[in-house]
């Protein structure tokens, strides 16, 4: 059976069923059909129907090795090669010498333009002495593979209602912490606004082998209300930092800054270092570590000056096979200021899902609640201020199939509660978002105004297209 699904398998650098070290075998009729039929359709040019026929199998045959390998085979046949890397890559975690996995990973890689990784693999498909037409082949594809940068870029724009506009917002892409704002009116009164708001950003990756990089991010963001134009927020950050990855580690340390102005005034000017470590625990588990540590001065007052640090711990279960993915993640922060009274602690929690669609469609919905205690008591209230913030978002993702890019359309229900009512509001906003390179699977949408009043929730990361340390692990975005 393996046989006959090789001899129909696309030619290129790959072509080495002879040393591919056989993988489990699914003794299912109707599963050996459709897995027939995938290959019938591969040899004949058409990937999308096979890949419409194998996707929807994985999640009750995610051991079947074979099937993670047609799967990649027509993901990368799609314009999705990053998506079959995590295919391929799975194969490996079970079964490391499965040659030509290991060949369809290095061609996968090296059409996402991850040139290190895929020469990385092309030598370790050569050390396996492969016959003499493969292993031209395969050296034609390693001399064609020199290490380049990586560039990815992404933009998005969103509309949004916001049933408090008054208190301003606070744009936590890039962690940015400030003051509560001064109201007037007595006493003062919540007024509710539209804002377009929209974000752009451009990253390089330059690696010098298969385990180290150096990579720079740059960003720009802008939010405008319609009638409380004190309030509009721009904001643009610089970050940079080398990584290092092997098969089960993966650590990336970016230093740099960002600034924001209010009303084309400058606000507030923040620096420091994101650090982030992740662990493949096994071929269906990992864990992720990212703290921020940073500096922040405001032009409003010294009072506010201080530093800020935030944690995200989460544990990822890829519960079919190698794309669907449940992560629940722990959110820790604390900002620590001149006058205690804007010092506050937070906790919060958010769980992500995803799961891939057919014809290149995605999924992703991620509850979070995060709850911000303040220490000192303030004057202006009486009482400590304690709020309590409550979110949903919803994105549904498609992979075009060329130019390594991807659109998603999501939306963005919040609520905030707190025990002072003045810092109460409810937010709606829609988010189109295209990217072009970066990771790959799912897309998390901006969400440029998370906490206002002054406040931010605990940092989350902004896009996960930046991460240049997943080429040696399953692909999570």
Known sequence: ?????????????????????????IAQDDLESVKQQAA??????KPQKACDAVQPLLAANSDDLLLHFLVGQCLAATGRPRAAIGEYQFILSR???????RAELASAEAAAGDTASARSDF???????????VQKKLQESLDAAPPRPQW???ASSSVMYDSNADLGPLHSAFTLFGAPFVLHGVPPQPESDWAALATAGVGVAYPFDENWSLAANAAANDVTYARVKQFDLDSYSLFAGPSYQTDTLALNLSVGGNVALL????????WGAQPEATIRLSDRLSFDEQVSLQANRYNISSDTDGWS????SALVWRYAGTQAYLEPKLLLAQQKTRDAIYTDNQVGGEVDWFCPLPAGFSVLVEPSFNAIWFRALDPAWGTTRHDETYALIANLGYEPGFWHSQIALGVDLTANRSNQALYSYNRVQTTLLSRRGGSTLSIALARPIPQKGGRTSAQRRFFHGFRQIQASLPPRD
Do not use: F, H, Q
């Open 1 to 25: 059976m393996r046989t006959k699904l090789c001899r129909r398998m696309p030619l290129g650098v790959v072509l080495v069923c002879a040393a591919l070290i056989p993988l489990e075998a």
């Open 40 to 45: 019938d359709d591969l040899a004949e040019g």
């Open 95 to 101: 079964n490391p010498g499965a040659v030509r996995a």
């Open 123 to 133: 030598e370790t498909v050569l050390a396996a002495n492969p016959p003499p037409d």
């Open 152 to 154: 990815s870029g992404y």
């Open 263 to 270: 009303d084309r005034v400058e606000y507030s000017t923040s």
């Open 309 to 312: 640090g935030t944690s995200a």
